[in-house]
């Protein structure tokens, strides 16, 4: 079993930042992709941003240009630096992980999740 701890979630104003990470442990046979994913009250857990094994991103149109995937594989940590946040960014934030190459964008397809870590945006 995997075990995923995020943090770094809090309240900020619009317009301001924060930087979230989470950290794998666990029964890992690999670590290939890494993402986040985000789920508001009362909608679906959809995928914000991914990065795979080799370092190339992809992000959710509604992020674009204003957050950023990152890891460190030394660590098995993965980052979300969010930056000019909305009040609409307000969620709960989850990360995963995934052995193929890329990040499934459907998160019924992973198992194991973490407590996750809330955004709150004010405006």
């Known amino acids: 079993q995997v075990q995923l701890v995020e943090s770094g979630g809090g309240v900020v104003q619009a317009g301001g930042s924060l930087r979230l990470s989470c950290v794998v442990s666990?029964?890992?046979?690999?670590?290939?992709?890494m993402g986040w994913y985000r789920q508001a009250p009362g909608e679906e857990r959809d995928m914000v941003a991914a990065?795979?094994?080799?370092?190339?991103?992809n992000y959710a149109t509604a992020v674009k240009g204003r957050f950023t995937i990152s890891r460190d594989n030394a660590k098995n940590t993965v980052y979300l630096q969010m930056n000019s946040l909305k009040p609409e960014d307000t969620a709960v934030y989850y990360c995963?992980?995934?052995?193929?190459?890329?990040?499934?964008?459907?998160?019924?397809?992973?198992?194991?999740w973490g407590q996750g870590t809330q955004v709150s945006v004010s405006s």
């Open positions: 995963n992980i995934d052995a193929g190459a890329t990040m499934s964008p459907f998160a019924d397809e992973y198992d194991d």
């Open positions: 666990g029964s890992i046979a690999k670590i290939n992709a």
């Open positions: 990065i795979t094994a080799g370092g190339s991103t």
